[in-house]
């Protein structure tokens, strides 16, 4: 079964980083495509970031360009979000998912709050 663990979230002030970690199992991490989607509190979610299976194209929403930073490390089947200069509206849960899109298959989240 795919199974999408998430880790690394925490409250932060604004200005402020955190890197985001996403440990993949039970599927071929290398041989696919990864998103992030976050949350925010009453809003639907939003695609964040996606990272190509052989890392060698990212893309972002415009709101993150710049600040954020996706990656993946395939010896470790562990995906990655370097979140820097952190702003309110930055707030939310943070879920990896499968595909560039995005997928059904997604994580349990992890909070991050910038307050």
């Known amino acids: 079964d795919v199974q999408l663990v998430e880790s690394g979230g925490g409250l932060v002030q604004p200005g402020g980083s955190l890197r985001l970690s996403c440990a993949a199992s039970?599927?071929?991490?290398?041989?696919?495509?990864m998103a992030w989607i976050r949350q925010a509190p009453g809003k639907a979610p939003e695609w964040v970031a996606a990272?190509?299976?052989?890392?060698?194209?990212?893309y972002y929403i415009s709101s993150v360009e710049g600040r954020f930073t996706v990656s993946r490390d395939a010896a470790k089947n562990t995906l990655y979000l370097q979140l820097n200069n952190l702003n309110t509206e930055d707030t939310g849960i943070y879920y990896c998912s499968l595909g560039l899109a995005g997928s059904k298959y997604w994580g349990q989240g992890t909070q991050v709050t910038v307050s």
């Open positions: 039970g599927f071929s991490f290398s041989y696919n495509d």
């Open positions: 990272i190509t299976k052989d890392a060698t194209s990212t």
